[in-house]
T-cell receptor, first 117, second 118 residues
């Protein structure tokens, strides 16, 4: 059974710092990995999706990398801002040639990020 | 812009009531999901559906049922609400299959429904 772990569980940094959030998964047979952001009391917003054949994806100040063989992904946030404060979740979608997973995701517990001015 | 809409942001119900949570997506996605999210437990899959009238149990289906009569709509039903079903409920959708375009398999979420059962 796939298990996804995110470290650290919480992180507090001053504004302007570059930071790294970590995600590890136990089964490397994934199709893709997705990073989400969740604001308090809200739904999840997709930030980046990395296919299993890719090494990284970038969007603005965000960069996500994937090392499938070692079961790891990192989300790098450059020049953090108070508006980046949120919970960040990673989730993996299983590799599924037979089409039976239907896109089910396994989520990590999330990293709560606080960026203070 | 893609959209997954949950009918209510907040609901307060009484123990024993039958509760309907509605979710509509406008992206013609085949797959739809219901999760609940609780502090310390993360997101847990309740049910999912891969086609009209098709459904599969997730990790925690007990006390819930679902309905998918139309492709765009996926309903979660609490047959007899209990206090331990107080939670945040999240609906999501994603296209079926594993296409080559990286953007095709993003899972999109609704804003969530916070349900309190008293």
């Amino acid at each position: 059974k796939q298990e996804v772990t995110q470290i650290p569980a919480a992180l507090s940094v001053p504004e302007g710092e570059n930071l790294v959030l970590n995600c590890s998964f136990t089964d490397s047979a994934i199709y893709n990995l997705q990073w989400f952001r969740q604001d308090p009391g809200k739904g999840l917003t997709s930030l980046l999706l990395i296919q299993s054949s890719q090494r990284e994806q970038t969007s603005g100040r965000l960069n996500a990398s994937l090392d499938k063989s070692s079961g790891r992904s990192t989300l790098y946030i450059a020049a953090s801002q108070p508006g980046d404060s949120a919970t960040y979740l990673c989730a993996v979608r299983p590799g599924d040639a037979g089409g039976t997973s239907y896109g089910k995701l396994t989520f990590g517990q999330g990293t709560i990020l606080t960026v203070h001015p | 812009d893609v959209k997954v809409t949950q009918s209510s942001r907040y609901l307060v119900k009484r123990t024993g009531e039958k509760v309907f949570l509605e979710c509509v997506q406008d992206m013609d996605h085949e797959n739809m999901f219901w999760y609940r999210q609780d502090p310390g437990l993360g997101l847990r899959l309740i049910y999912f559906s891969y086609d009209v009238k098709m459904k599969e149990k997730g990790d925690i289906p007990e006390g819930y049922s679902v309905s998918r009569e139309k492709k765009e709509r996926f309903s979660l039903i609490l047959e007899s609400a209990s206090t331990n079903q107080t939670s945040m409920y999240l609906c999501a959708s994603t296209p079926h299959g594993q296409g080559k375009a990286s953007g095709k398999n993003i899972q999109y979420f609704g804003a969530g429904t916070r349900l309190s059962v008293l």
